[in-house]
């Protein structure tokens, strides 16, 4: 019997490339007329794969806003980071990308450009799915939960809104581990679950 997350993919997987690119119309105006959004000045996105919702026109326009945009990337042979994520600035349309040891695109990994997670004002989060009460379901292995785990070392938590398809809003029953979103734009609406201030 399929798992919750892979039937989750097949149902995102199985839009057809119409209704992605009108899903991704309705995020952008969504995201667009948004005050978190529109008051974040350091903004973590990502390259959308495996049907995912795709936010790239919001991270052409953050840059032409000269807003700075991040991307998630997973170094191979950093071992003390193993399961972390690390955040590389990235300009639309400049930066070369590279195919990740999961297949998915980021930039050439370069310490000297990479930005520190706590120091991010807003991170835009894929997922598989989601519910009302801001849990999230990912892919299984845990970055964006080990990243933003709150450590004493970090003053601030960047707000973590995740992205998805309508058609991912699910029933989760939540890990110890797993950290909640404080708020989902899918194509249809936009929740949020606390604000940034909220414990």
């Not at 199985?14 to 991704?24: S, V």
Request: hydrophobic content about 40%.
């Amino acid at each position: 019997m399929p798992s919750l997350r892979q039937i989750l993919r097949e149902k995102r997987r199985a839009l057809t490339q119409r209704q992605q690119r009108l899903a991704a119309q309705n995020l952008a105006r969504r995201l667009a007329c948004d005050l978190t959004f529109l008051c974040a000045q350091r903004i973590a996105f990502y390259l959308p794969n495996d049907g995912e919702i795709d936010p790239s026109t919001m991270m052409n326009w953050c840059h032409q806003l000269k807003k700075e945009v991040y991307l998630p990337v997973m170094p191979d042979g950093l071992v003390s980071n193993r399961h972390c994520l690390f955040f590389q600035s990235f300009v639309p349309g400049k930066t070369p990308l590279v195919s990740s040891k999961f297949g998915i695109l980021e930039p050439p990994f370069r310490m000297s450009q990479c930005i520190r997670p706590s120091m991010l004002n807003l991170v835009l989060m894929p997922l598989v799915g989601f519910d009302r009460k801001g849990n999230r379901l990912g892919m299984g292995k845990g970055y964006y939960d080990k990243t933003f785990a709150r450590r004493e070392s970090d003053f601030h938590r960047p707000i973590l809104i995740g992205l998805a398809h309508s058609i991912q809003e699910t029933d989760i029953v939540p890990n110890a581990w797993d950290i909640p979103l404080d708020g989902v734009f899918t194509e249809l609406e936009t929740i949020y679950f606390r604000g940034p201030t909220d414990p």
